[in-house]
Every structure is written in structure tokens, then in C-alpha cells.
């Protein structure tokens, strides 16, 4: 079994999910009379909620079936009996009678057993040895165990109607050709582990330096389910924490480690928390502290585990200029003003990014003169904190309600936002900040993605950003957009790419939503996850839509593909860009209900990706 160096199941229970090796006669009594020469799939459904909602898959489920975890945590199996991630019905060549069979052992609180047809998300037939099982608590049922020995059916479908490409060749697929090169195994085969024999006489070192440290977490949750050695393997803290930091960057995994309770959580189940979302949830909290006088538009950023709140709009659009910290690291956070000499002139619609881990810089905004394109640095730990302003030569337009985002720790990246006279930009500009005297250098591209304001940009897979809504131009007109543009900055002659689009007139590449697309919005909050994915929520949505619902986008897909990330929990009613900012790459923090034109910015709302890192 995957995921579970901290799961509920003991050793010896999880060893019984796995393939058998040599020895496996050591294995000692097993839960289930289940036990497969072959990798099964795994799922646990809560039994307490409505309509079984799944609430863990394994990677071996991931990869038969080609659903990853997050586009079924919160859904019922069933939609494995739809030919395809688009069928709306059950497939009429699945037995009925065996559905009604698993509803009534549902039903009646018993085990079932049986076999019926299932579908892999490419349409392709499966057939599907289920055992359902279910887990009583005090005095009433709260889980239910399901596990799949999948095997392919015999069935001549034709392609699934549309379907042109199979769906990710990323390097989990790597694994899945393994794993169907060792499947299926005879029952009974006493030499199943022969064509793994080889790399298991490699020294553990090989094995955990050379191989498995290149996986992903993904990979490496598969390979511990291949063998009793490897899963021994893969349960050490050390490999995952390299683990990490290859696949998600040194950066990442720096800020991971200084999240409270990490080190307790372990980097195998940060790892699948991060992978999954399985533990994101919506927390609200009450903090202490004032930030007064009252004002909107204001920009928050994150220093470690403090948040930094700088400026705003006060009354009678009084620009402010003054900064608040609050530590979440505290036991009681609490609002501080803090005395910081020379501030920047006041201003509102700024942006606040954080470079070399303490430092905070404030670009452009609306001060009392009109638009500002000054850069200001602050050293949160400086004794005393003191603003510096940075002269960096050659710098962009003056602007407002632009975005921001750092590269490399060092880099300041600038794009669009709302000029003089109200004229939308669509340029980008680098600051390296790492420079004795910084020289602003605007990023040349033969075609720019429509000019536009309150959209986001995030950077992911090292040094590409995507940029995602805003109000954009549309000819004479401006419309909330919910199109993703990426740039890769590694590249020699950086270009803006359209991944997907809402479908404006003119925009290459646009019209294919890929998923559900969140509806066209500015002014968002948009979360990088470790690995690449981008998570939006928030911000001027049109209509009645949720600006809480959450939308999640791999970009490094091959077909990238929006889809509806369900989080248990209290989400906030609004939620602004520049007022939210993510802490530790786990937590974004929303500041402030608002009750008509005040913010509450003793009430904070916290989406945590990982479980009590909190
Ligand atoms: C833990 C669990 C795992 C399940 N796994 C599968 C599965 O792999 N394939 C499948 O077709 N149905 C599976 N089911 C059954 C469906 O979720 C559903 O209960 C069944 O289709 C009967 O309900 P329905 O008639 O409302 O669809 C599973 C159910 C549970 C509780």
C-alpha cells in the first residue's frame, strides 16, 4: 500500500496490498483473504457522509484506472462504471444486477464480493474483481474498504468518440509500464519478484540515491507497493525529503521545512497531503491586534511564517503607507504595528512580494500624485526595520493594479496593470534585485497576451510563470477574463504561450476550456503547489458563481485541464488578490471579512493543504 508510513493500518496489513516478494510466507495473518500477485486498487469511502464519498485512492488505482486522486476524492465510485470522464450514464454493458448486489450489501452493512465491468478514464474496458468491505466503528458503520484486481477486458469498443490522446505520459506512466510488465503473475508464481531481482541486488544506497531520490512522490509511492525491500526503503524520512527536493526544488522544499509541525508531519506524508489535497481544508481565526486606521486595497505578502500588511486605501482615498506584522507563529497572533523608518510614499493597488526569504519589496500603485513605479525594499529584520528605495534604472510605466510575482528568490517580475488615463498594459519586466544597482529589463516577446489588470501571475517548474484572468482589452471593450498564458524564462527567447482561454475573438489557442474552467474573474488569489499545479479561488466573479469554489490546473500537463477542487470547511464569502497571501507554500491566508465598505481584519480565513501544519 501506498502513502502510509503514517497510516492507521499496521506494517503488516499494508504489506498484505503489496506484490508478494520472495518472502512473503513472513507475512504474518492477513485482514482480508484478499491477498494478489498483482498490485490491487485501494480505495476507502466515508460511510458516515452522503453517497460514499471516496476519501483515499492508491497510486495503483491512479494508474489503472488514469483518474488521479484529486479528480475523485469526494465522488462515489460509480462513475468507474461511465465509459469515460464525460458519460453521464452507467455503461450498458454493466451488469445491473451486480450494482444492485453491491447496493444491497451496502444497504444492509455486509461484504461483497464480485465482478463487474469498469472503465479507465480513456474509455478503454477494464474488468474489475471487487471486494467491498465494511469498517464498523462504535456502533455503526464508518468506512468502506474497496479493493479492485483489475484486469483487462476482452471487450471491442472502438476508440471513446473525441478521444485523441491518452491521457498524461508523465513519469508516473514510466512506473505503470513496470508495473504492467510484472502484471499480471500467476497466482501462486513463486518467481514473481524475477524480473525486479536485478535491481534488487543493488546496494541500498543505489537504490535510494541513484533511483529512487530521481522519482516523484507519486513514483515513489508506487515502487514501495512492488516489494516488502523497497517499501522498507521508501519509508525512510531522508529519501523523501531528497525526494522533494528534486521534484519540487530546493526553494520549495526550504520554505516547507519552516512551516510549523512539518517536521512532526514527515516529508512521506507531506509529500502525498501536497500530491493529493487530500487535507485541504477551510479554517477560520480569530486574531488579535488591530490594523487601524481601517482601509481597503491594501497588500499582504508573506516573510516566513509572518504576514506583512502594507498600505491601503483609508478613507476619502487616503493613500496609507504604513506596515503591520502579524506572526502566525505566535500562540495568540496578534496585529503589530511596526515603527519602520523612511516608508514609502502611501499608495493602494500596489503589489508586495517577498525576495531572499526576509526581504519585502513594494512596486508601483496609486499615491496621492497619481500612478507610482518606485521600488521599495524593507529588511523585516533589520534592527530597526528600515524602507530602502531601490533606484533601479530604466523603469516600467507607472501603474496600478498590476501583478507581481519573485523568480529565482531574487527576481521581481512585473506585468500589465492599468496605466494613465486608465490605459491597460501588457508588458513584463524583470528586477534583479541580487544586483549592487538594479536595472528593470523589460522581457522582449514578439506577441503579448491582450493588456490587462488585476490578474495573477505564479511562478512553477523552476523559472515558467503563468498568468491567469484579469480584466483584459478586448478591442474597444474589457471583459473578466479566465484565460492562462505561460512564459518560460529558462528559455533563450522567452515567448507567452496560450494554454487555455475563455473563447475571446482572436486569442490563438483559446475556445478550449479543457475542463471546468472557473468562471472569468480579476482580482483573484492564485496558489502555486509544489510540483507545478495552480490552485485559483477568489476575487469580482460575475453572476452568481462562488468566488470560493476552488479550481486547480496542472500546467505541465500535456493537456492541461482545469478541474473543481471540493474542500471541506469554511470557506470565506470574498477573497482578493492582494489581500491574501500564502504562507509556506501550505497556507493561504485570506484577510478580512468584508461587511459593507469595512474589513474586518480581525477575522482571517486559512485554506491549510496539509493537515496540523497548522
Ligand atoms: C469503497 C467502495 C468502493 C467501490 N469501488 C467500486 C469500483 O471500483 N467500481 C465500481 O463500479 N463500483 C464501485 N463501488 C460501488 C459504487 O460506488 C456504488 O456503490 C454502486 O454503483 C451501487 O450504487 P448505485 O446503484 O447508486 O450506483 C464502490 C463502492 C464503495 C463503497
Same mark, same amino acid.
Given at each position: 500500500?501506498?502513502? =502510509?508510513?503514517?497510516?492507521?493500518?499496521?506494517? =503488516?496489513?499494508?504489506?498484505?496490498?503489496?506484490?508478494?516478494?520472495?518472502?512473503? =510466507?513472513?507475512?504474518?495473518?492477513?485482514?482480508?483473504?484478499?491477498?494478489?500477485?498483482?498490485?490491487?486498487?485501494?480505495?476507502?469511502?466515508?460511510?458516515?457522509?452522503?453517497?460514499?464519498?471516496?476519501?483515499?485512492? +492508491?497510486?495503483?488505482? #491512479?494508474?489503472?484506472?488514469?483518474?488521479?486522486?484529486?479528480?475523485?476524492?469526494?465522488?462515489?465510485?460509480?462513475?468507474?462504471?461511465? $465509459?469515460?470522464?464525460?458519460?453521464?450514464?452507467?455503461?450498458?454493458?454493466?451488469?445491473?444486477?451486480?450494482?444492485?448486489?453491491?447496493?444491497?450489501?451496502?444497504?444492509?452493512?455486509?461484504?461483497?464480493?464480485?465482478?463487474?465491468?469498469?472503465?479507465?478514464?480513456?474509455?478503454?474496458?477494464?474488468? @474489475?474483481?471487487?471486494?467491498?468491505?465494511?469498517?464498523?466503528?462504535?456502533?455503526?458503520?464508518?468506512?468502506?474498504?474497496?479493493?479492485?484486481?483489475?484486469?483487462?477486458? @476482452?471487450?471491442?469498443?472502438?476508440?471513446?468518440?473525441?478521444?485523441?490522446?491518452?491521457?498524461?505520459?508523465?513519469?508516473?506512466?514510466?512506473?505503470?509500464?513496470?508495473?504492467?510488465?510484472?502484471?499480471?503473475?500467476?497466482?501462486?508464481? $513463486?518467481?514473481?519478484?524475477?524480473?525486479?531481482?536485478?535491481?534488487?541486488?543493488?546496494? =541500498?544506497?543505489?537504490?535510494?540515491?541513484?533511483?529512487? !531520490?530521481?522519482?516523484?512522490?507519486?513514483?515513489?509511492?508506487?515502487? /514501495?507497493?512492488?516489494?516488502?525491500?523497497?517499501?522498507?526503503?521508501?519509508?525512510?524520512?531522508?529519501?523523501?525529503?531528497?525526494?522533494?527536493? +528534486?521534484?519540487?526544488?530546493?526553494?520549495?522544499?526550504?520554505?516547507?521545512?519552516?512551516?510549523?509541525?512539518?517536521?512532526?508531519?514527515?516529508?512521506?506524508?507531506?509529500?502525498?497531503?501536497?500530491?493529493?489535497? #487530500?487535507? !485541504?481544508?477551510?479554517?477560520?481565526?480569530?486574531? /488579535?491586534?488591530?490594523?487601524?486606521?481601517? %482601509?481597503?486595497?491594501?497588500?499582504?505578502?508573506?516573510?516566513?511564517?509572518?504576514?506583512?500588511?502594507?498600505?491601503?486605501?483609508?478613507?476619502?482615498?487616503?493613500?496609507?503607507?504604513?506596515?503591520?506584522?502579524?506572526?502566525?507563529?505566535?500562540?495568540?497572533?496578534?496585529?503589530?504595528?511596526?515603527?519602520?523608518?523612511?516608508?514609502?510614499?502611501?499608495?493602494? *493597488?500596489?503589489?508586495?512580494?517577498?525576495?531572499?526569504?526576509?526581504?519585502?519589496?513594494?512596486?508601483?500603485?496609486?499615491?496621492?500624485?497619481?500612478?507610482?513605479?518606485?521600488?521599495?525594499?524593507?529588511?523585516?529584520?533589520?534592527?530597526?526595520?528600515?524602507? $530602502?528605495?531601490?533606484?533601479?534604472?530604466?523603469?516600467?510605466?507607472?501603474?496600478?493594479?498590476?501583478?507581481?510575482?519573485?523568480?529565482?528568490?531574487?527576481?521581481?517580475?512585473?506585468?500589465?496593470?492599468?496605466?494613465?488615463?486608465?490605459?491597460?498594459?501588457?508588458?513584463?519586466?524583470?528586477?534583479?534585485?541580487?544586483?549592487?544597482?538594479?536595472?528593470?529589463?523589460?522581457?522582449?516577446?514578439?506577441?503579448?497576451?491582450?493588456?490587462?489588470?488585476?490578474?495573477?501571475?505564479?511562478?512553477?517548474?523552476?523559472?515558467?510563470?503563468?498568468?491567469?484572468?484579469?480584466?483584459?482589452?478586448?478591442?474597444?471593450?474589457?471583459?473578466?477574463?479566465?484565460?492562462?498564458?505561460?512564459?518560460?524564462?529558462?528559455? #533563450?527567447?522567452?515567448?507567452?504561450?496560450?494554454?487555455?482561454?475563455?473563447?475571446?475573438?482572436?486569442?490563438?489557442?483559446? *475556445?478550449?476550456?479543457?475542463?471546468?474552467?472557473?468562471?472569468?474573474?480579476?482580482?483573484?488569489?492564485?496558489?502555486? &503547489?509544489?510540483? *507545478? %499545479?495552480?490552485?485559483?479561488?477568489?476575487?469580482?466573479?460575475?453572476? &452568481?458563481?462562488?468566488?470560493?469554489?476552488?479550481?486547480?490546473?496542472?500546467?505541465?500537463?500535456?493537456?492541461?485541464?482545469?478541474?473543481?477542487?471540493?474542500?471541506?470547511?469554511?470557506?470565506?464569502?470574498?477573497?482578493?488578490?492582494?489581500?491574501?497571501?500564502?504562507?509556506?507554500?501550505?497556507?493561504?491566508?485570506?484577510?478580512?471579512?468584508?461587511?459593507?465598505?469595512?474589513?474586518?481584519?480581525?477575522?482571517?480565513?486559512?485554506?491549510?493543504?496539509?493537515?496540523?501544519?497548522?
Amino acid at each position: 500500500m501506498e502513502w =502510509d508510513s503514517n497510516s492507521d493500518l499496521s506494517d =503488516d496489513e499494508a504489506v498484505s496490498f503489496m506484490l508478494n516478494d520472495d518472502d512473503d =510466507d513472513a507475512v504474518g495473518p492477513l485482514p482480508f483473504p484478499v491477498l494478489q500477485t498483482a498490485p490491487c486498487g485501494f480505495v476507502v469511502t466515508d460511510a458516515v457522509e452522503p453517497d460514499h464519498p471516496i476519501i483515499y485512492v +492508491n497510486a495503483v488505482f #491512479e494508474m489503472v484506472t488514469g483518474y488521479r486522486a484529486e479528480e475523485v476524492l469526494g465522488r462515489n465510485c460509480r462513475f468507474l462504471q461511465c $465509459r469515460g470522464p464525460f458519460a453521464k450514464r452507467r455503461h450498458p454493458l454493466v451488469d445491473s444486477t451486480v450494482v444492485s448486489e453491491i447496493r444491497r450489501c451496502l444497504d444492509e452493512g455486509v461484504e461483497f464480493q464480485g465482478e463487474l465491468l469498469n472503465f479507465r478514464k480513456d474509455g478503454s474496458p477494464l474488468m @474489475n474483481r471487487l471486494r467491498l468491505t465494511p469498517i464498523y466503528g462504535e456502533d455503526e458503520i464508518t468506512h468502506v474498504i474497496g479493493i479492485q484486481f483489475f484486469t483487462e477486458a @476482452n471487450i471491442d469498443l472502438g476508440p471513446l468518440p473525441g478521444s485523441t490522446i491518452k491521457e498524461s505520459t508523465k513519469s508516473s506512466d514510466r512506473f505503470h509500464s513496470v508495473l504492467s510488465s510484472l502484471n499480471p503473475v500467476p497466482v501462486g508464481d $513463486r518467481n514473481v519478484t524475477r524480473g525486479i531481482c536485478g535491481i534488487l541486488q543493488l546496494s =541500498d544506497e543505489v537504490l535510494s540515491l541513484k533511483i529512487l !531520490a530521481r522519482l516523484t512522490p507519486r513514483d515513489i509511492a508506487s515502487v /514501495g507497493s512492488v516489494c516488502r525491500h523497497l517499501y522498507e526503503l521508501t519509508k525512510n524520512e531522508d529519501l523523501w525529503r531528497m525526494v522533494c527536493q +528534486n521534484a519540487w526544488g530546493s526553494e520549495t522544499t526550504r520554505v516547507l521545512e519552516t512551516v510549523p509541525g512539518a517536521r512532526r508531519l514527515g516529508w512521506g506524508r507531506l509529500a502525498r497531503e501536497l500530491t493529493t489535497l #487530500e487535507a !485541504a481544508a477551510w479554517r477560520k481565526l480569530t486574531v /488579535g491586534g488591530a490594523v487601524e486606521p481601517s %482601509r481597503c486595497n491594501f497588500s499582504a505578502c508573506a516573510v516566513g511564517n509572518r504576514v506583512v500588511l502594507f498600505g491601503g486605501e483609508g478613507v476619502n482615498m487616503q493613500p496609507m503607507n504604513d506596515t503591520f506584522v502579524l506572526d502566525l507563529n505566535s500562540s495568540n497572533p496578534e496585529w503589530q504595528h511596526v515603527q519602520v523608518s523612511s516608508p514609502p510614499p502611501g499608495r493602494w *493597488g500596489h503589489t508586495l512580494s517577498c525576495v531572499n526569504g526576509s526581504r519585502l519589496v513594494v512596486f508601483g500603485g496609486c499615491g496621492t500624485q497619481g500612478l507610482l513605479n518606485d521600488v521599495f525594499v524593507l529588511d523585516l529584520d533589520a534592527k530597526p526595520p528600515t524602507w $530602502r528605495e531601490i533606484s533601479g534604472l530604466a523603469p516600467p510605466l507607472p501603474r496600478s493594479w498590476h501583478s507581481s510575482c519573485t523568480l529565482d528568490g531574487t527576481k521581481l517580475i512585473v506585468s500589465g496593470g492599468c496605466a494613465d488615463s486608465g490605459v491597460l498594459l501588457s508588458d513584463t519586466f524583470l528586477l534583479d534585485l541580487s544586483m549592487e544597482k538594479p536595472v528593470w529589463r523589460e522581457i522582449p516577446v514578439a506577441w503579448t497576451p491582450p493588456s490587462r489588470l488585476g490578474h495573477t501571475l505564479s511562478v512553477y517548474g523552476g523559472r515558467k510563470i503563468l498568468m491567469f484572468g484579469g480584466l483584459a482589452k478586448c478591442g474597444a471593450l474589457r471583459f473578466r477574463s479566465s484565460d492562462v498564458f505561460t512564459m518560460d524564462l529558462s528559455e #533563450e527567447e522567452p515567448c507567452w504561450r496560450c494554454v487555455t482561454g475563455s473563447g475571446l475573438p482572436g486569442l490563438p489557442g483559446t *475556445g478550449n476550456p479543457g475542463g471546468i474552467a472557473p468562471p472569468p474573474r480579476l482580482d483573484h488569489v492564485a496558489v502555486s &503547489l509544489p510540483g *507545478g %499545479r495552480i490552485l485559483i479561488f477568489g476575487g469580482s466573479v460575475a453572476g &452568481l458563481h462562488s468566488a470560493s469554489q476552488l479550481y486547480i490546473l496542472d500546467p505541465t500537463d500535456e493537456k492541461p485541464t482545469w478541474r473543481i477542487l471540493n474542500v471541506p470547511g469554511r470557506p470565506p464569502r470574498f477573497a482578493w488578490g492582494h489581500s491574501t497571501c500564502v504562507v509556506g507554500g501550505t497556507r493561504a491566508i485570506v484577510m478580512g471579512g468584508q461587511t459593507g465598505e469595512e474589513w474586518m481584519l480581525s477575522e482571517l480565513h486559512e485554506l491549510s493543504l496539509a493537515s496540523s501544519v497548522s
